[in-house]
């Protein structure tokens, strides 16, 4: 892998993991619809151009007619075959964001972010359990570390699982399944207009719940205005951007190996910008959840190799 691939990746890793600070901030005043929402579509709009540069013909002679007429073809086309999984994306999307958004407003951004992160460990197991592939014996080992992290991470002494961490952990179910239906919709749709859908569809989901349930107040709209445009432009624009580069050529295993970083980064954003400590237990119980990430991922590299 070149080192501008693993540099890109990073970034967005790096980028998504501050996001999780962004998406706490948010917390404070206003609810998980509302912020989902919004930010989602801010990042359409932010691919948006993206979408008509990359489907242009001509990039230098855009004003002519002809170019237009071209570009606007092209975006059709890549619409109709990227609809039915920017609706699938969308409401799986939707789900886990909305469901890790609940999470984040009672726990804290780095327990969010190991815990969100155990989708690379649920991710092969629904894959053998549904679509019948293969699971090998590390995997199964990464599943054993991923439950002890997660019991030294959430539970407490008297065994029961704070609410936050609750939420949290089926927002990773969501993403497994949302990580399972881009690899089934990514080979006949193009990427990134396959993400502005996904966003768009998100984003009116949860306008139900905006208008009738959280209605929230213009106001506190306006003071988490810089988490919003953080997780819309940053968070939804620009690092799936950055992971749709940084991915080509790239191994998929390798590539979400580096994204899963984005889990120690948290931490790190969390315990920085917010005064975000971890008990020595939880500090462990990271340890163990990343140790599952890393060999449910490098068991995979290690299986095709043979």
Not at 249 to 259: E, F, W, Y
Not at 276 to 300: K, T, Y
Request: glycine share 8%.
């Amino acid at each position: 892998m070149k080192p501008k691939n693993a540099t890109l990746l990073f970034l967005a890793a790096f980028i998504w993991g501050i996001a999780f600070v962004a998406q706490s901030s948010a917390a404070e005043y206003i609810r998980p619809f509302t912020f989902n929402g919004i930010r989602c579509l801010i990042g359409a709009v932010t691919l948006l151009p993206l979408i008509l540069y990359r489907n242009t013909k001509n990039r230098h002679s855009l004003t002519s007619g002809e170019s237009f007429a071209n570009c606007l073809s092209l975006t059709k086309k890549n619409l109709l075959l990227s609809l039915p999984g920017g609706i699938a994306c969308g409401i799986c999307l939707c789900l886990g964001s909305t469901l890790q958004q609940f999470g984040i407003e009672q726990t804290s951004v780095g327990k969010a972010g190991f815990i969100t992160a155990l989708y690379i460990v649920f991710v092969p197991i629904v894959s053998a359990l549904f679509f019948r592939k293969k699971i090998v014996l590390p995997v199964i080992g990464s599943v054993l570390l991923g439950v002890i992290g997660l019991f030294l991470l959430c539970i407490k002494d008297n065994l029961s699982i704070a609410t936050g961490d609750f939420y949290v952990l089926l927002c990773s179910f969501a993403f497994t399944a949302h990580i399972l239906v881009i690899d089934h919709f990514s080979a006949r749709a193009d990427g990134v207009v396959l993400s502005c859908l996904q966003f768009f569809v998100c984003s009116l989901i949860s306008l139900p719940f905006i208008l009738f349930i959280e209605r929230p107040e213009l106001t506190h709209i306006w003071e988490a205005r810089i988490p919003i445009l953080y997780a819309g432009v940053m968070s939804c624009g620009v690092a799936y951007t950055l992971q749709i580069v940084g991915q080509k050529g790239v191994n998929p295993t390798i590539a979400s190996l580096i994204l899963s970083l984005e889990s120690v980064v948290s931490v790190l954003a969390g315990w920085i910008m917010l005064s975000q400590s971890l008990s020595g237990r939880e500090i462990i119980g990271c340890i163990v959840m990343f140790c599952a990430i890393l060999l449910a991922n490098m068991s995979d590299i290690l299986t095709k190799k043979k």
